[in-house]
């Protein structure tokens, strides 16, 4: 679904993205997990196009977005949730995730506000409530739920679990890997990396802008260098 090659990003003069390739298949949940600084969210906005790459490609379902705006990729069905949500705080939860549709451009939607309402059912409760008076984990939520009208075919996650308490967390992640049940493909950057790693079938380890690691996460759980350098942190 998603071919990435020797991507490039800099930012000032300093090289954040140094060749960075990997690929993901159609039905997968993968996760990216990595020091600060390593690149991880540069990744992936370099290839939602809110930011450009300097070099290197990426296609997506065969069509090469290395050079395509970023409106234009989220209508392909290739869908970003934000670190830090980025919702609208004045706006109501239904008016949020209303702006949603606007990825669909032509196409179908599948999921609609009663299915993201079935996922988060707090988020029905609060529908008429200003987003910026919700709770950290129920925006992430109304994030997520956001980028699910738009119709993913591919969904990036950034830090998800970002300052949100381990219940919240739990039902987030719960809530993703239902959605990959459903067919739905997942690429998630997340600090928890025993989370990443327990939460996905596959998974790829950055540092300094470049692929340190890759495997299986059942694998890496167990590789000594991961286990010293990841496992029981908080890093991102």
């Known amino acids: 679904m998603l071919e990435i090659g020797q991507l490039a990003a800099s930012y000032g003069g300093i090289k954040a993205l140094n060749g960075v390739s990997l690929s993901i298949r159609r039905g997968e949940i993968v996760a990216m997990i990595g020091p600060n600084g390593a690149g991880k969210s540069t990744l992936l906005n370099c290839i939602s196009g809110v930011v450009r790459a300097s070099g290197g490609s990426a296609v997506f379902n065969g069509v090469d977005i290395s050079r395509m705006p970023a409106h234009r990729i989220s209508r392909l069905g290739l869908l970003q949730v934000p670190e830090g949500r980025q919702i609208l705080v004045d706006l109501t939860v239904e008016e949020n995730l209303q702006l949603g549709f606007l990825a669909l451009g032509s196409r179908a939607s599948k999921l609609g506000l009663d299915d993201v309402f079935d996922l988060f059912p707090i988020l029905r409760e609060r529908r008429s409530q200003r987003a910026g008076d919700l709770s950290g984990g129920q925006q ?15 969904l990036l996650l950034d830090e998800p679990s970002l300052g949100l308490s381990p219940l919240i967390t739990d039902q987030v992640f719960g809530a993703l890997k239902s959605l990959n049940s459903s067919g739905l493909t997942i690429l998630v950057v997340e600090q928890n990396a025993l989370r990443a790693l327990g939460s996905t079938q596959r998974a790829y380890i950055l540092e300094r802008g470049r692929i340190a690691l890759e495997g299986d996460s059942a694998e890496l759980l167990n590789d000594r260098r991961v286990v010293e350098h990841y496992l029981g942190s908080t890093t991102s």
Request: no cysteine.
């Open 140 to 154: 992430q939520m109304l994030a997520i739920g956001r980028a699910l009208v738009g119709n993913p075919d591919l």
